[in-house]
């Protein structure tokens, strides 16, 4: 047995570096189809398998990275090393089937193809997927109840896992399987005991009221929130820092000094308007409109139009909203301005809010079968009043409320991640739990090859999505494609492992009564929003890669 082989770390970091060198030559190539993406649009199916394979590429490379690390710094993980050479094993393997059905898309030569086939490679691809070695991750994995005790390599991170996991196990455990089955709003009792633990200031800086611990702590958080329930926990944090980041890069001195503290004490909660009844992610169509008004004397806008999927607006006490302030529809995202909208909370799936400035909004929740907790709302807005001082960035924020969402934006897919991962890891443990206590033809599901097997792929699925996503967290970038990266591969794999957790579940599985079949259609919106899947694929990831290839 070589050295290669008998080390998993070295196997995933062999194949993970031949991995990267044909993504990289495939997506030098599509960069130059698509002349540095100008062309997309010509090219969506080309640009969705790359923009695919370079996020699995990068997942690989993220889980590599990691055991190498706590390798070198003494704390090897014999487990997560298998899981890397399994995952790198696959990436390498979907690689291969890609190529091969779109040679001439992808600008394959025999050559450029010729290091995923040489023989140590293919040994090392056939040791990593190998079924028994699968099998023996999913046993351990059972035999740990699947729970996530995963290095952090950071203090602070590993106090904040105890405390929010102490916290979800607390406060949103009991009341989680209640809200979802009757549809009911999260709490006050239970915002008021989340704005106690600092948990909208996570990654607020301490000057503006925040705790300061910076995005991997929020990112941890959100992970086991999201594990305890996704929409009445996990995602309570998610509208906060859609606003903060935009308030970050683009408020006031005045806005910042205002608004931040309160978010971060959740004085504030947030709620985001961006969505149009016939507009998703096509955002620089919207055609809301904000027109500049004076109210006794007051300089304003007024705003007309409509949004659709605002979660959290009923409850809210401040609406981020996305409205077009130059008329001319050329202009496009150019045109776009983001207000601060301040309203009275309300209960219930249906709300109206008349304004003493004369405006009226008016929300009714949107029924659906899963992301239940907050409800998620089309509203109405008639001659809405907004003074000047709520335009984000003040009369230098006019015409860039696109790039102060997008900035937003990049926060909320960065913590999708974070809210995928948690819904994967909690559909995991679910798993390992029920097939220890079932049993089939006289033994326990545990005991079934298949179950280990299924239990294991499931493993290296969720270690994966954790990695890319705390990697996309440690070095935050609203520009790079990582935060999209993140969530798109993190989406996937809660749906999958929900969905594979669920059928161990068996008749159960599709019982209200079990929380499985929660995490399953909690994760069927994961992939939709903050950017639906196609467009991260298309517009985000895919013109970022070939933007900086060309």
Request: glycine content about 10%; overall charge negative; aromatic content about 6%.
């Amino acid at each position: 047995m070589t050295t290669t082989e008998s080390n998993p770390g070295v196997a995933a970091r062999t194949l993970v570096d031949v991995a990267q060198g044909v993504v990289d030559a495939v997506v030098r190539h599509a960069a130059a189809v698509t002349e540095g993406g100008a062309l997309i649009d010509e090219h969506q199916v080309l640009t969705e398998r790359v923009a695919y394979l370079a996020t699995q590429a990068r997942a690989a490379q993220d889980l590599v990275e990691f055991v190498e690390r706590i390798r070198a710094a003494g704390k090897p993980d014999a487990l997560q090393e298998r899981m890397a050479h399994a995952y790198a094993a696959e990436v390498v393997q979907a690689l291969r089937s890609q190529a091969e059905v779109a040679w001439d898309d992808f600008g394959m030569t025999e050559a450029a193809l010729a290091p995923l086939y040489e023989a140590s490679i293919r040994d090392l691809v056939r040791q990593g997927m190998d079924e028994a070695g699968l099998r023996a991750i999913g046993r351990e994995v059972i035999d740990s109840g699947g729970v996530n005790n995963v290095e952090l390599e950071d203090e602070v991170a590993a106090l904040t896992r105890d405390m929010a996991r102490d916290f979800a196990k607390a406060e949103v455990t009991p009341i989680a399987q209640d809200i979802h089955r009757q549809d009911l709003l999260v709490p006050d009792a239970l915002l008021e005991a989340f704005s106690a633990q600092g948990f909208f200031g996570s990654s607020i800086p301490e000057e503006y009221g925040g705790t300061g611990m910076g995005d991997l702590p929020m990112i941890i958080i959100t992970e086991e929130l999201s594990a305890a329930s996704l929409a009445a926990a996990g995602s309570l944090a998610t509208r906060p820092e859609i606003l903060s980041k935009a308030l970050l890069a683009g408020g006031t001195d005045a806005q910042k000094s205002e608004w931040l503290p309160r978010i971060a004490a959740g004085e504030e909660l947030v709620a985001v308007a961006v969505t149009e009844p016939d507009i998703g992610s096509d955002v620089a169509s919207l055609q809301t409109k904000a027109e500049p008004a004076e109210y006794e004397g007051r300089a304003g806008w007024r705003i007309n139009g409509a949004k659709a999927w605002s979660t959290f607006s009923g409850r809210a006490t401040v609406i981020a909203l996305l409205a077009r302030t130059d008329p001319n529809p050329a202009s496009g995202n150019r045109g776009l301005s983001l207000f601060m909208i301040p309203k009275p909370p309300f209960q219930g799936h249906h709300w109206r809010y008349e304004q003493p400035e004369g405006g009226v909004m008016e929300g009714t929740a949107n029924p659906t079968p899963g992301y239940r907790g907050m409800h998620s709302f089309t509203i109405a807005l008639d001659d809405v009043w907004v003074p000047m001082e709520n335009l984000v960035g003040g009369e230098q924020g006019v015409g860039k409320g696109f790039y102060l969402q997008m900035s937003g934006f990049a926060a909320g897919r960065l913590q999708t991640g974070g809210r995928a991962s948690g819904v994967a890891q909690a559909s995991l443990e679910k798993a390992c739990q029920y097939v220890v206590q079932r049993k089939q033809f006289g033994l326990p599901l545990a005991d079934y090859q298949l179950t280990q097997y299924k239990i294991g792929r499931m493993a290296v699925l969720v270690a994966a999505a954790r990695q890319v996503t705390y990697a996309a967290a440690r070095s935050f970038d609203t520009r790079a494609p990582e935060p999209s990266m993140a969530k798109l591969l993190a989406c996937d794999v809660a749906g999958e492992v929900s969905r594979e957790a669920q059928l161990l579940h068996g008749g159960w599985g599709y019982s209200e009564e079990d929380a499985i079949s929660r995490y399953v259609v909690d994760a069927l919106v994961l992939p939709i929003f903050e950017g639906v899947k196609a467009t991260l694929e298309l517009k985000v990831i895919g013109r970022s890669l070939f933007a900086a290839a060309r």
